[in-house]
């Protein structure tokens, strides 16, 4: 099995072959076509999930050892944490822009430097010293610990909307919600994760609901109140 350095280290290597696809695929700049840019909203969508597992798995599982293991861990950790959740707030807003619009391009522009940043950070000052103080046994578990997270959500990946909602990612709730426990357990924790996300999506589009009403409500009060003449 893999150790953490290694699946961090793939996992790396999956992004930035995502984002090396994203710079070199038509975009409405260069006169893409309607099917290309439908190809280029799943591109996005597929690395919108990929970068916010990851870096959920590195929340939940990686930070707290270099937080434990490293003299100046809480500071790198933080620092990590810090860039991860700016970066999957500026993915998780590509959701809501459409590609054929100037602004998807230089948001996506923005979130690509931010993540190689980020993976340059990681690879080239954490990783290297947490090698140094890591012992070859507490790799192997976290990096255990990743895969069977990475496992658990590709299982829970055909229900819809399962990538964060904008404004979702700066808790660390959903990262603590899954992972650890024997496979057993992980598979009805997947379940109740994936009812969980179910509801809270429910949730969601009633709340989207009442506040479409709401709005429709609030542009006709000032009618009202013109309209009394007061
Ligand atoms: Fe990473
Ligand atoms: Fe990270």
Redesign the pocket.
């Given at each position: 099995m893999d150790d953490v350095f290694t699946v961090l280290e793939n996992g790396h290597r999956e992004i930035r072959r995502m984002l090396r696809e994203l710079e070199s695929s038509p975009n409405s700049a260069n006169g893409a076509n309607q099917a290309a840019l439908a190809r280029r909203r799943q591109l996005v969508d597929r690395l919108i999930m990929e970068h916010s597992q990851?870096?959920s798995a590195?929340q939940e599982c990686f930070w707290p050892a270099v937080r434990e293991l490293m003299a100046n861990g809480a500071q790198m950790a933080e620092q990590?944490v810090r860039?991860?959740q700016s970066a999957q707030q500026t993915m998780a807003d590509l959701r809501n822009i459409d590609p054929q619009e100037q602004k998807f391009e230089e948001q996506l522009r923005t979130a690509a430097q931010e993540i190689k940043a980020?993976i340059d950070f990681?690879e080239q000052q954490v990783l290297p010293a947490l090698r140094k103080v890591m012992d070859p046994q507490r790799a192997q578990q976290i990096g255990a610990q990743i895969a069977q997270r990475k496992q658990a959500a590709a299982e829970g990946r055909a229900r819809p909307h399962a990538a964060p909602r904008p404004g979702a990612l700066k808790g660390t709730a959903q990262a603590r919600s899954s992972g650890g426990g024997s496979p057993r357990q992980q598979g009805q924790q997947g379940q109740q994760n994936q009812k969980r996300g179910q509801q809270q999506n429910q949730q969601n589009r009633h709340q989207e609901q009442e506040q479409e009403q709401e709005q429709s409500r609030g542009r006709e009060k000032p009618k009202d109140t013109m309209g009394r003449g007061r």
């Open positions: 990851h870096e590195e990590g860039q991860e980020h990681e």
